[in-house]
């Protein structure tokens, strides 16, 4: 659902920052 999609976001998001940050 929409909720789910916007976790996955968020998930995939904070993923980047943390290689970025890496």
Not at 3 to 16: F, S, T, Y
Request: aromatic share 0%.
């Amino acid at each position: 659902g929409e909720e789910e999609r916007k976790a996955m976001a968020e998930l995939e998001a904070k993923k980047a920052q943390e290689a970025l940050k890496a």
